[in-house]
């Protein structure tokens, strides 16, 4: 038995790599020689691709359910008195495993993707060809440099233990959800090198690229939101977001994609930007590898690291550069074929409010590449490795995003072509009239700080557009005899896009209140207390009751017990606790978090004494649960906006 | 032992791949339908849209009427494509 599901593993990932090989030079010959029985023999490849991929995951999940410390990467990842699910998470909780995830998904949207062009088959084909070149390079690297199965001699009596830091169910789902919506980009990409093959980027490809883009996009975004959840309730500093480079890499593609999904509106519509549009997709792509190798290469915690090391790192560049050099010259070449029939006609239209969109996502895109290379390329290229830091993209992604907020609800309340002045007065009256008053009702509220008030503002005006955009379009329907929860329901219904779009729209627009709240507005104090001693935050008084000390399999826990007044209200008892991973000897946090809708209280076990005194630091951060509603409204409204509509087919 | 079971496989999974490129499978034309039908369904969708902005709101009448004339031909262009006998052959 020992060592059998390695080497079943092995085979999986040798055979892959031979069969993703195959399959695109059938599929070449196939497009070369137009041989339809080559083709068919490539389509089969991503077939029989996904089902070795399948087996190897299988092989790596047995390997760990069964502890086969044999295989090196399931001694890394685990150890025997791991639960259950900690033990299926230590499948991603290191670079091999992860990898194999990702390859794993990718053969599933192959397959769907392959499956789904059919009725297009001059798209299937090149299509199918660019997808196995990415799983060839997936297999490369799993069935050599990075390959989970390789065997560890002799197989040590137990394992390291999966990652402290990664035993998190917010955790266990992030990098599956991460890498979803990054390997969900490789289908639009492959769309979009097969239109640019067959000189085919029309309506078809626009309506399936705009389709193949969405799905990964919700992903990517739910990706975000969850690991933001993680450093929130994890990592113990009480922030969401920080700048983080392996945060960052993800934040890229969703700008890139997020710009996309308005911008093909422009070609959907008006014919202009194509080629914008197809690069948008080769950079989301590009960004999407890029990211990886970022995280996965080393080459954030010293570029010398990355010098010295890993064979992964050139090939991930290698790749990259191939990938760029390659997609980009073809859209070269067809770039005298992308001309675009129409014109901008008027500085207030709908086209204007998406190129401006798309310059502050792209922008967006810039100032956060920048950002998370400044260390590399200063260490690179001065010997001396300078961070930018929060302050660099607080102070330019704060203006960036009032921008971006204030566009949404312009944008979408102008016509196609050009706005008339009376139209412009009729819609954006009231929302400013919302946005004004609420303003300065915050300000003599005593809310003083500028940024977050444009913030409040620019969201009452926002909602007051999605609001007016409902209100009117439901009108019209019951002006027609529908009953008003019916009407709503089918305006929704019929103009999903539309809608879904605006759901979006609001979900973002709770995201950066909660963002703009938390950021200006947090108070934060620390006392070191006896027990029975009290101290005061903001509204709260907190009461200090002692330490107890207990043990869990592996784990020493320090709980603090802490009971909490707002005012005379008691607000109940919280126990924040530290846990002491003695295998890893690595301390974390176990915060403990009082959410409502109009705050958070954290409450943090920093340090304590032995005689019984601890030291209790408290956060106090305003609407951040607005950020989560916000991030789960924006997610159901783009599932909303993807759900296939029926085929209208007026006469 | 486990060799021999690899050596199967390996040798079913060439078979079941070689085995349509036997087969001389004739290639799908390029299908200009396809992308007429696309036309088709993002014209009438152009339309749709176009209405529920007058209906909100964001058009005076004159331009909306100019721009559902324009959409309207180049819809009933895509259809007329479309009902032609051999369309996308
Ligand atoms: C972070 C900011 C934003 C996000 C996440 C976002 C996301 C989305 C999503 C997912 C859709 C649905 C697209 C589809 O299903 O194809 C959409 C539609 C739309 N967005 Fe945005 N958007 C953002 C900002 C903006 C901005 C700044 C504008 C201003 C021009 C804008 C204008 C629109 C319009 C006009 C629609 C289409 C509605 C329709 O079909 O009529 N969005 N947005």
């Known amino acids: ?651 | 032992m486990i060799e021999a079971l690899f050596f199967t496989v390996a040798v079913l999974i060439a078979a079941y791949l070689l085995a349509p490129a036997f087969q001389s499978l004739e290639l799908p034309a390029a299908d200009t339908r396809d992308a007429l039908d696309a036309a088709g369904d993002a014209a009438l969708r152009a339309l749709h849209d176009l209405d529920l902005d007058w209906q909100t709101g964001k058009l005076s009448e004159r331009d909306y009427r100019a721009a559902r004339a324009t959409l309207e031909a180049e819809a009933s262009e895509i259809f007329r494509q479309l009902a032609e006998p051999g369309a996308g052959q």
């Not at chain 1, 690229?209 to 975000?224: A, D, E, K, N, Y």
């Not at chain 1, 009480?238 to 945060?247: I, L, S, T």
């Not at chain 1, 709240?517 to 200090?544: C, K, N």
């Open chain 1, 1 to 651: 038995m020992v060592n059998f599901v390695g080497e079943i593993g092995r085979f999986a990932l040798l055979a892959g790599l031979v069969v993703a090989l195959f399959g695109i030079a059938a599929t070449t010959l196939g497009l070369t020689r137009r041989h339809g029985g080559y083709l068919a023999s490539g389509r089969r490849a991503v077939t029989v691709w996904a089902l070795l991929m399948a087996l190897a995951s299988a092989a790596l999940l047995t390997a760990f359910l069964s502890r086969d410390f044999s295989v090196r990467f399931v001694a890394m990842a685990s150890e025997s008195t791991q639960p259950l699910l900690q033990t299926i998470m230590a499948f991603w909780g290191g670079h091999d495993g992860a990898l194999l995830l990702w390859a794993l998904i990718l053969a599933g949207y192959m397959v769907v993707a392959v499956w789904s062009l059919r009725s297009h088959p001059d798209l299937q084909g090149p299509a199918t060809a660019t997808l196995l070149v990415v799983a060839a390079f997936f297999s490369v690297l799993l069935a050599g440099a990075s390959n989970p199965f390789a065997p560890l001699v002799p197989p040590p009596p137990d394992g390291q233990g999966l990652n402290p830091l990664l035993r998190n169910p917010w955790m266990s789902a992030h990098p599956p959800m991460l890498y979803l919506g990054f390997v969900g980009m490789s289908v639009p990409f492959a769309l979009a090198v097969a239109a640019l093959i067959t000189g085919r980027l029309d309506d078809t490809w626009v309506a399936l690229s705009r389709r193949w883009i969405v799905v990964p996009w919700i992903f990517l975004t739910l990706g975000l939101l969850l690991g933001a959840k993680w450093s929130y309730e994890v990592l113990g500093w009480g922030g969401y977001w920080a700048w983080d480079p392996v945060e960052n890499a993800a934040f890229m593609p969703w700008l890139t994609a997020t710009a996309f999904l308005h911008s093909i509106q422009i070609q959907e519509r008006r014919g202009m930007l194509v080629a914008w549009n197809v690069a948008l997709i080769l950079l989301t792509f590009g960004l999407t590898i890029f990211g990886t190798f970022l995280v996965r290469s080393g080459v954030l915690s010293s570029v010398h690291a990355f010098a010295k090391a890993p064979l992964i790192g050139y090939l991930f560049l290698g790749f990259l550069s191939a990938l760029l050099l390659v997609s980009f010259g073809l859209l070269a070449w067809r770039w005298g074929a992308l001309k675009s029939g129409g014109t901008v006609e008027s500085v207030i239209s709908r086209e204007t409010a998406f190129l401006a969109n798309n310059l502050l996502f792209v922008t967006a895109a810039i100032v956060v590449l920048v950002g998370t290379m400044f260390p590399v390329l200063t260490e690179a290229f001065r010997g001396v490795k300078i961070n930018v830091g929060p302050p660099y993209f607080n102070t330019v992604m704060v203006p960036i995003s009032i921008g971006i907020l204030l566009l949404m609800g312009i944008g979408p309340l102008l016509p196609w072509r050009l706005a008339t002045r009376e139209q412009l007065a009729r819609n954006f009256t009231l929302p400013s009239a919302a946005a004004v008053l609420g303003a300065l009702m915050l300000g003599l509220l005593g809310v003083r700080h500028a940024g977050a008030l444009l913030v409040f503002a620019g969201a009452l005006f926002v909602s007051g557009t999605i609001v007016l955009e409902t209100v009117r379009g439901t009108r019209v329907r019951i002006r027609r005899g529908e009953h008003a929860p019916l009407a709503l329901a089918r305006l929704f219904m019929r103009n999903r896009r539309r809608y879904g779009g605006y759901v979006v729209h609001f979900g973002v627009l709770l995201m950066l209140v909660g963002v703009a709240a938390s950021s200006a507005f947090d108070t934060q104090a620390g006392a070191t207390l006896r027990p029975g001693e009290r101290f005061g935050v903001g509204r709260y008084t907190i009461e200090y009751g002692g330490l107890r000390h207990s043990e869990l399999p592996g784990i020493d826990v320090t709980e603090a017990s802490v009971r909490v007044w707002a005012g005379a209200r008691f607000l109940g008892s919280y126990s924040p606790q530290r846990y002491f991973y003695r295998a890893q000897e690595q301390p974390m946090h176990h915060v403990a978090i009082r959410s409502s809708l109009r705050e958070d209280l954290y409450l943090i076990l920093s340090e304590w004494t032995p005689d019984g005194g601890g030291t209790i630091r408290v956060l106090v951060h305003p609407l951040v649960s607005w950020l989560w509603a916000g991030g789960v409204v924006a997610v159901l409204g783009a599932a909303f906006a993807v759900l296939p509509e029926r085929r209208r087919r007026a006469s």
